[in-house]
């Protein structure tokens, strides 16, 4: 599609911006809420520590700083985090705005760069300019911009934009820290003033020179910035669990149905689980045989039971619910407890017709395993899991931290309204669009605060059980990236969770309770290792 004038004005030669482009045509407006500026959102409602005192620290000259914007187009073209069409000039521009104000003693330039060759071409023209240190904002989430900024030593702050680059931000971010790059810094908080205070360090590092590193200054502010844990006592919530013997034994009696593409393959065994690996066309064909009165019925029952159905067509749900049939029909078929689809790759293909969030739901909630992304470790973990709790589902998740209030969130479009199993009591469900292109039917379930949940991945090729636990707090509702957002603070050492998401991947599995005990048990009877990463 050809660009407007206007378009081809912004975006110049490599990605750069000059002042009076980006004002004019970002224009001004209020701070948004959703990337933590000047909001009235959860960091701004936090009890915050005291900020760091850099203010009257001497400066010899202003430090000329580059914001430099990791992301795909000003304008969002696909379906990603935060939603397809999301315009991110006014947040480009805010960013600038706010720091300009808050920090005048520094001078910013900027740019934007969508991966490593753009990001190359700013760094060339950079070497003719007097640049004191680059602030990285990760806007989308897989943008490769910061690593070769990274590289040329200079002092680089990488901040994360929250539901919209965060799982990059997260597996960069860790794999920085594991190659200790002493000139990386990183800040993750949806309060505003946090950002200034992690940026003001670049002047401080340009005063002390080579006595100190970014990154040590930037821990230093992000550690007093973090509030200390609160009240993390939760409400009693009993579990009757199988023996991890008994439950290894059920794993291996166990069967997984992976959609992953229109090919299928081999059988594969994934800890002791049974994994058959059958194409698109298999799962569409028991799509269309579903009956679709039977249908209606199922898409009447979710309509009634949803606390809300927004932007959903009744139609949709009807398609919604015969995708939830025809894998009923192919569980019962191939005997199996599990099924995950590549889904997005699947629809958008038109390998498939039906996006499975609803019927994922409805099979966690009946102790089933629904699982997304055809993730074939978080499957295994969900089935492991749910196997030993006696049906408690699993929530697959893209977890995002922030600061501001020392909170995790686990975000997705598919969860259980039936956390603490089949028989339990069931909380309050949304039916709403598939969050990243607003198509379909998905769920936001808000799950019930108070209770300590498990995070879990179990890796067969690592020999090792991941494991973290937090409190759930509440439910978020910012419109961006995946509907369900279980709020939570983690029981431990949060700054110790920035460290495994290059090994590990974006995603963890969350479930309901206590399963420390019986996680490290399951591991034992596997002959695997408990790695704690909080």
Known sequence: MAKSKKSQGYERKSGLIRRREFFQHCGRCALLAAAGLATGKSGSQAQQPALLDLSSLPVKKKARVRLLFALHRPRQDRPDWPNLGFDFRPVMEQYLSFLEKRLPEFSFVTATASGPEETARILEEDREK??????????????????????TGQPVLYVDFQYG????????????????????????????????????????????????????????????????????????????????????????????????????????????????????????????????????????????????????????LVNSAAMYLGMRQLLRKYQAMAVTINC?????????????????????????????????????????FSIMTGGRPGYISDPVIDIAGRHIIYAHCVASNRVFGPDGPANPFEILTHSEDRQGASVRSLMPAGYLTTSLEIDQNRREILLHQAKAVGNSFDDRACRTKLVAEPVGDLEKLFTMWDLWGWHRVTFYGDLKPAAAALASVLGYRLVEEA
Not at 133 to 138: A, L
Not at 184 to 191: H, K, L, W
Not at 355 to 381: I, K, M, W
Request: aromatic share 10%.
């Open 130 to 151: 007097d640049i004191d240190g680059y602030v990285v904002f990760q806007l989308n989430c897989w943008n490769r911009v910061v690593q070769p900024v990274v590289e």
């Open 165 to 316: 680059g965060s799982g990059g931000f997260l597996v960069y971010t860790a794999s920085l820290i594991r190659e200790k790059k002493e000139n990386f810094g990183f800040i993750c908080s949806s309060e505003p003033a946090h950002l200034a205070e992690a940026v003001r360090t670049l002047s401080l590092l340009k005063d002390q020179g080579q006595e100190t590193s970014l990154a040590r200054l930037v821990e230093q502010v992000r550690r007093k910035l973090t509030p200390a844990p609160g009240y993390l006592t939760c409400y009693p919530d009993p579990l009757n669990l199988l023996s991890p013997e008994e439950t290894l034994y059920r794993m291996n009696n166990s069967t997984i149905l992976l959609f992953r593409d229109h090919k299928g393959g081999e059988p594969l065994n994934l800890a002791g689980i049974r994994v058959l690996n059958l194409p698109f066309s298999e799962l569409n064909a028991a799509w269309e045989k579903a009956d679709r009165e039977q249908a209606r019925e199922t898409a009447r029952s979710w309509w009634k039971k949803a606390a809300l159905v927004q932007n959903v067509k009744f139609s949709e």
């Open 344 to 384: 997005l790759g699947g629809f958008y293909g038109g390998h498939i017709q039906a996006y499975p969030c609803l019927g994922f739901h409805e099979l966690n909630n009946q102790g089933l395993v629904g699982a997304c992304e055809a993730d074939l470790r978080s499957t295994a973990t969900m089935v492991a």
